[in-house]
C-alpha cells in the first residue's frame, strides 16, 4: 500500500502510531476497568441491610450510613430548588432579552470562569460566606453548590432555549402576546430537556463533590429531619466516604459507599444518555 | 403551559419560605459539638446514650483540636472539644476548659516490628531525626518512617510537650486524624506514629514507655507518662443554651463515667 | 369613552408587568457574575493583608512553611512548586495517553467499540474524587512503596499518576470534540495524495484540530492544579521542597489542611487565604488562556 521513498520509515512510523494509539486505548479501558471492579469487588459485600439502614452506634459499635444518606438527598434537593430558577432565569436572560450585548459575554465568560475555579477555593469563600452567617449546615453546603453549579445548568437551559425554533416566538408575537406572555408559554415549555439534563449533570456533580463541602457543611453523621437537617453539619455520603476511610481506618465501609457511588454514577450516565436520546427523538416529531 | 408557570411560582415561594426560614431560627435545639478527632468514641458513645435518655440530638463534627476551639470561640457550635488544655491565650480570649476524661498517646508500630519497649529519650531521638534506623534501637535494618499529624492537632501537642520535641520532628507525613495515623502506621513496617490509645486497634502495636505499659490502671496512676487530658471548651461569660447546658451536665456527671470508661479513657469525675 | 380608559389602563399594568419581568430576569443572569465579584473580592480582600505583612518576596519565594512555630515562617515556594511539578507530570504522562486515544476513538474506532470506550470515559469522568484518593491510598502507595524500595510510598510520585488518571478524561473528551470536527474533505484530500490513514490522522487532522487540543491540555492543567481531596490522600502533605519521592503538599492541599484550626484573625489564617489568591490567580491565568484557545478555535471555523 505505501509506495515510493522513505517506504520503511514509513511503515515504520504507521506501526509506531497504531501501537501508540491502541496502548493508550487498551490503558485508558484498563484503569476504568480496574477502578470500577476494585471499588465494586472490595465494596458489595460490606453493603448490608443494616449499613444501609441504621445510623452509627458508638455503644453497640456498629456503623450505618442511613444519615449520611439523607444529608446527600437534603442537599441535592435543597441545591436543586435553588440553582434551577436561578440557572433558567439566567439563560431565558441570555436567549431572549440580552440579544448580542457586550452584557452577554460577560455573564457568559463569567459562567465560564466559576466552571474553572476548584472546588477547595468555592469551600473556602463557602465557608467565610455561608457558615459564618448560618453556621456550619447543610444549607450553607447547598448554597455554596449553587454556586458551583449554576454555570452548569446556565448553559445546558441555554442550549435548549436555542432549539426553541424562532417562528414560534414570531408566531406568538404576531398574535399581539406580549414578551412575559411568549416566555411562559413558548419559551419556558422549551426548556425542559435543558433542565432535566442540567439536573442530571448537577446531582453528578452534588454527589461526588468533597472539598467543597468539608468547610461548609461540615461531617457529623447525624440522622435529622428535613429542617433541622438543613440547619445542623452532616456528611453527604462522599464526604462520609472520605471521614470514614481518612480519619477512621473504616475501609470497608468506605469501600461499601464508594460502591454505592459508583452504582449512582452509573445510573446518572445511563439516565443521562437516554434523556438525550428522549429529547431527540421528541424535538425531531 | 400554565403548569410550568405555577411551577416556577412554587419554586420562588419556595425560596422565599427558605430565606424566611434561614432568616428566622439561626440554632436549633439539638447540640452541636465540634473537635479533637480522637475523642470520636467518647464524644459518640455519650451522644448517643445521651440521646436515649433525653431525645435530644448530639451532632459531633471532628476536624481536631484546634478547629473545635476555633469553632466555639466563633459561634459555630456550642461545645468545643480538646484533646489538650488551653492555651493562656485561648483563655485570655474568654474560653474555659473542663476537663472530662485523660487519654494515653500510645507510641504505636507495625505489628511485625519486633521493637516493643523505647524510653521517653530515645522515642524523643527518633522524632527529632536523630535515631533514623530501627537497627539502632535492636530492630530491623530500616529506615524509620516518621508518622505525625497536623499543626493544630491536639494529640501532636501533647505528645511533642511531652517528649520536649517541639517543632523539631521531622515527619515524613502529616495526617489529619489518629485513625489515618493508625491506617498508615499499620501498612509500612518502617514506620513509627503516636496515636489516641482509645482509638487503637489490633492493626497497630502500641510500644511499652519506659517499661509501662498504656493502659487504664497506669494513665490513671499516672505512671504512663505520654497522657494528656479530654477537654470540654466553652465561652466564660456566655451560658450555654439548654440543651447544651443539660448535655454538659450530663457528660460531667457521675453515670456518665461508666459510658467514658467503656470508650477505653479514664473519666476525670 | 370609559372602555377607552380601561384598556389604557390594562396596557399601562402589563407595560408594568414586563418592565417587572424583565427586570427579574436581568438579575437572575446577573448572579453569575455576582458570584465571581463576591469571589475574587473576597479572596483579595481575605489574602492581601498576609502577603502585605509578610512581605511578597518572602511569601512567594520563602522557602520553609512552618506556620505554627514559635517563630512562624510562611514561604509558599515549596507549594508552589509542587504545584507546578505536580500538574506538568501529571501533563506529562496523561496528556500522551489521553491524546492517542482520542486519535484513535475519533478516527480508528468503530462505532461499538467507540461506544464502549465513551461509555468508559464517561464513568471515570463521574468517580467521585475521594474515590481515586481511596484506591490510591491502598493500592498505589503501597505499590510505589514496593516498586522503588522507598521507605514510604506517599509522594509527589503517587498524587501526579493520581492526577493523570483524573485528567484523562477531560482529555480524551474535548480533543475527541476537536478531531470529530475535522472536515472530512481533508482527509480525503491527503489520503487521495496517497498518504496511509495513520499519516492522515496524524498531520492532516491532527493539526487542523490543534486549537481543540490545546484547549483539552489547557483544561487538564486547570484540573490537576485545583484538585486537593484526592493528592491530599496519597502525598503525604509535609511542606518539603518538592521531590519525586518525598512527601509533599501543593497549594490546594495546603488550605485544605491548616484551614480548620487556623485561628480566625491570625496571620495563619490570612496566610491561608493568601494561598488560596495565589491558587486562585493561576486558576485565572489558566482560564484566560483557554478562552484565547477556544475563541482561536471558534475564529477558524
Given at each position: 500500500m505505501i509506495q515510493g521513498k522513505n517506504k520503511g520509515r514509513r511503515k515504520a512510523y504507521d506501526t509506531l502510531m497504531r501501537s501508540a494509539m491502541l496502548f493508550s486505548t487498551v490503558l485508558t479501558v484498563a484503569i476504568v476497568v480496574f477502578m470500577i471492579g476494585y471499588v465494586l469487588i472490595k465494596g458489595i459485600p460490606n453493603v448490608s441491610w443494616t449499613l444501609l439502614t441504621t445510623e452509627r452506634s458508638y455503644l453497640k459499635d456498629t456503623i450505618g450510613i442511613l444519615p449520611d444518606i439523607l444529608n446527600t438527598v437534603y442537599i441535592v434537593v435543597a441545591t436543586l430548588l435553588l440553582v434551577l430558577p436561578l440557572g433558567v432565569g439566567a439563560a431565558v436572560y441570555l436567549t431572549e432579552?440580552?440579544?448580542?450585548?457586550r452584557l452577554v459575554a460577560l455573564i457568559e465568560y463569567a459562567a465560564e470562569t466559576l466552571s474553572g475555579i476548584p472546588s477547595i477555593i468555592y469551600g473556602l469563600v463557602g465557608m467565610l460566606l455561608f457558615s459564618n452567617t448560618f453556621g456550619t449546615s447543610l444549607l450553607a453546603g447547598a448554597l455554596t453548590l449553587v454556586m458551583m453549579n449554576l454555570p452548569t445548568v446556565m448553559r445546558t437551559v441555554q442550549e435548549s432555549l436555542k432549539t426553541v425554533p424562532q417562528s414560534y416566538r414570531e408566531g406568538a408575537f404576531g398574535l399581539g402576546a406580549g414578551k412575559w406572555r411568549v416566555i411562559r408559554t413558548v419559551v419556558l415549555p422549551g426548556c425542559i430537556d435543558g433542565v432535566v439534563t442540567g439536573c442530571i449533570l448537577s446531582v453528578g456533580r452534588i454527589l461526588g463533590e468533597s472539598a467543597a463541602l468539608l468547610f461548609t457543611a461540615g461531617f457529623a453523621h447525624a440522622l435529622n429531619g428535613v429542617l433541622t437537617g438543613l440547619f445542623s453539619p452532616g456528611a453527604t455520603l462522599t464526604v462520609a466516604l472520605y471521614v470514614y476511610a481518612k480519619?477512621?481506618?473504616e475501609f470497608g465501609v468506605a469501600f461499601a459507599i464508594a460502591a454505592i457511588l459508583m452504582g449512582l454514577t452509573l445510573l446518572i450516565n445511563l439516565s443521562a444518555t437516554l434523556a438525550g436520546k428522549y429529547f431527540e427523538k421528541r424535538r425531531r416529531i | 403551559m400554565k403548569k410550568s408557570f405555577k411551577r416556577m411560582g412554587c419554586l420562588i415561594l419556595c425560596m422565599v419560605f427558605l430565606c424566611g426560614v434561614m432568616a428566622g431560627c439561626a440554632q436549633n435545639e439539638g447540640v452541636a459539638t465540634d473537635g479533637s478527632t480522637s475523642m470520636s468514641k467518647v464524644i459518640g458513645a455519650l451522644g448517643e446514650a445521651f440521646k436515649s435518655e433525653t431525645g435530644i440530638t448530639v451532632t459531633y463534627n471532628a476536624m481536631g483540636s484546634g478547629a473545635g476551639i476555633q469553632a466555639v470561640l466563633e459561634g459555630r457550635c456550642d461545645i468545643g472539644l480538646s484533646s489538650r488544655d488551653l492555651k493562656d491565650e485561648e483563655k485570655a480570649k474568654g474560653l474555659e476548659g473542663t476537663v472530662l476524661a485523660y487519654d494515653g498517646i500510645a507510641v504505636v508500630v507495625n505489628p511485625?516490628?519486633?521493637?516493643?519497649d523505647l524510653s521517653v529519650q530515645t522515642i524523643a531521638s527518633i522524632f527529632k531525626g536523630e535515631i533514623k534506623n530501627w537497627s539502632e534501637v535492636g530492630g530491623n535494618d530500616a529506615e524509620i518512617v516518621l508518622i505525625g499529624r497536623e499543626a493544630g492537632s491536639g494529640t501532636r501537642d501533647g505528645f511533642e510537650s511531652i517528649t520536649e520535641t517541639e517543632d523539631q520532628c521531622d515527619y515524613r507525613q502529616e495526617l489529619t486524624s489518629t485513625g489515618d495515623v493508625i491506617t498508615t502506621v499499620a501498612g509500612n513496617p518502617a514506620a513509627i506514629g503516636y496515636a489516641s490509645l482509645a482509638s487503637v486497634k489490633e492493626s497497630v502495636k502500641p510500644l511499652n514507655v519506659d517499661g509501662i505499659t498504656p493502659s487504664e490502671a497506669t494513665i490513671k496512676d499516672g505512671s504512663y507518662l505520654i497522657q494528656r487530658p479530654f477537654v470540654l471548651v466553652t465561652k466564660r461569660d456566655q451560658a450555654l443554651g439548654e440543651s447544651a447546658q443539660r448535655f454538659f451536665d450530663y457528660v460531667t456527671s457521675k453515670e456518665a463515667a461508666t459510658i467514658i470508661a467503656s470508650a477505653g479513657v479514664v473519666a476525670a469525675q | 369613552m370609559a372602555p377607552l380608559r380601561f384598556l389604557k389602563r390594562d396596557v399601562k399594568s402589563k407595560r408594568t408587568l414586563e418592565r417587572v419581568v424583565h427586570g427579574t430576569f436581568l438579575i437572575m443572569g446577573l448572579i453569575t457574575v455576582g458570584c465571581v465579584l463576591l469571589i475574587t473580592i473576597y479572596l483579595i480582600v481575605a489574602g492581601l493583608p498576609a502577603i502585605r505583612e509578610i512581605g511578597l518576596i518572602d511569601f512567594l519565594?520563602?522557602?520553609?512553611?512552618?506556620?505554627?512555630?514559635?517563630e512562624p515562617k510562611f514561604g509558599i515556594l515549596p507549594f508552589i512548586l509542587t504545584s507546578v511539578y505536580g500538574t506538568a507530570g501529571a501533563i506529562v504522562l496523561g496528556v500522551p495517553v489521553g491524546f492517542f486515544t482520542a486519535v484513535f476513538l475519533s478516527k480508528l474506532a468503530g462505532k461499538r467499540v467507540r461506544a464502549v470506550v465513551d461509555t468508559a470515559v464517561n464513568l471515570l469522568a463521574g468517580i467521585p474524587s475521594v474515590v481515586y484518593g481511596l484506591v490510591g491510598m491502598l493500592v498505589l502507595v503501597p505499590a510505589v512503596r514496593e516498586l522503588f524500595g522507598l521507605p514510604d510510598g506517599a509522594s509527589l510520585f503517587s498524587a501526579i499518576i493520581v492526577l493523570a488518571i483524573m485528567i484523562l478524561p477531560s482529555i480524551i473528551k474535548v480533543s475527541l470534540t476537536a478531531l470529530d470536527a475535522v472536515p472530512k474533505d481533508y482527509e480525503d484530500a491527503s489520503l487521495a495524495l496517497g498518504a496511509t490513514p495513520v499519516e492522515t490522522y496524524f498531520k492532516v487532522s491532527v493539526p487542523a484540530a490543534k486549537s481543540g487540543i490545546a484547549a483539552a491540555v489547557v483544561l487538564g492543567v486547570g484540573r490537576a492544579i485545583g484538585e486537593a481531596m484526592a493528592v491530599m490522600m496519597v502525598?503525604?502533605?509535609?511542606?518539603?521542597?518538592?521531590?519525586?519521592?518525598e512527601s509533599v503538599r501543593f497549594l490546594t492541599t495546603a488550605v485544605a489542611s491548616e484551614m480548620a484550626y487556623a485561628s480566625e484573625g491570625s496571620l495563619q489564617r490570612n496566610a491561608l487565604f493568601s494561598i488560596a489568591l495565589v491558587l486562585f490567580l493561576f486558576i485565572m491565568l489558566i482560564n484566560a488562556t483557554l478562552n484565547f484557545f477556544l475563541k482561536r478555535k471558534g475564529e477558524r471555523e
Open positions: 432579552y440580552a440579544g448580542k450585548s480519619e477512621e481506618g | 511485625s516490628n519486633p521493637v516493643s | 519565594f520563602g522557602k520553609e512553611w512552618a506556620s505554627t512555630e514559635a502525598s503525604g502533605n509535609v511542606a518539603n521542597m518538592p521531590s519525586l519521592f
